[in-house]
């Protein structure tokens, strides 16, 4: 698959009306829903597409369907549907079907890098590898050059500066989590992404000839 770099940014793309920090699946979906209403975004990323992550990757079909209006549809073929959520714990176990359609498995990079295509498609500005500082009034600096914007977006994940810059985080409870996330190839067993409750929360989610596990 093809990529898009943009390291530099050019005068004009220093002036934008929505400057989004962080282009994972949050600031990737705001930047096409926006871009498609008519509003210059320019997504500002540290990272290169396609971006991994701990995660267990299994969309639920509220996802999907959020997906797919913005234009990008996930197919079974390109991961592994499941019908529902079963939750268990070494006695018990419950299952719960989506009442409103199938889920699909789907490696992370697989997601980012249909995401991130989309946002080209409909004309977003993508600066990978780009970090992203914030300075007192407002002032953001990309690689250390400013870029002008009039609304700011602040998708940069759970440790987010912009939140903090923003006086949002004071609120905030904090509890320290470790999640981790293997893949084991193990043709999938059954139609659930299934959290296994014991000292950690596990779970596996269906993948195409693979099996996600990730641990809280
Ligand atoms: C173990 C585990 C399992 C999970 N399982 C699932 C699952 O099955 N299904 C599911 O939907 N979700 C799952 N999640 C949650 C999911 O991963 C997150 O909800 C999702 O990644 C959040 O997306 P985001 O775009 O908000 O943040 P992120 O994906 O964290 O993206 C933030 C981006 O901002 C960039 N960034 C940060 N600061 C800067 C800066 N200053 N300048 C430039 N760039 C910056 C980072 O490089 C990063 O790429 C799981 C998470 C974990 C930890």
Redesign the pocket.
Known sequence: MSRTTVCALSPKQNNTDVAI?????????AAIALQKKGIECTV????EPP?D????????PD?LHSLKELGIEITEEEGYPFQGIRFATSADRVDAEFPNGTGI?VR?THLHQRMSHRAREVGVTLAWR?????SSGGRLL?NGAEMRYRWLIG????????RKWAGLDEERFYSQ?F???RHYQIAPWGKY?EVHWGRLVS?T?PLSRVT?C???
């Not at 962080?22 to 600031?27: C, D, F, H, L, M």
């Not at 992550?53 to 639920?60: D, I, N, Y």
């Not at 780009?130 to 914030?134: D, N, P, Q, V």
Request: with cysteine.
């Open positions: 920090i962080g282009g994972g699946p949050a600031g990737l979906a500002v990323e540290a990272l971006i992550k701990g995660c267990g990757e299994g969309l639920m996802a498995g992370r780009s970090h992203a500082t914030l990309i998708a940069d994940g759970t440790a987010s500066q912009v989590r999640g981790f996330r992404v779970y989610s996600a990730a641990s809280y």
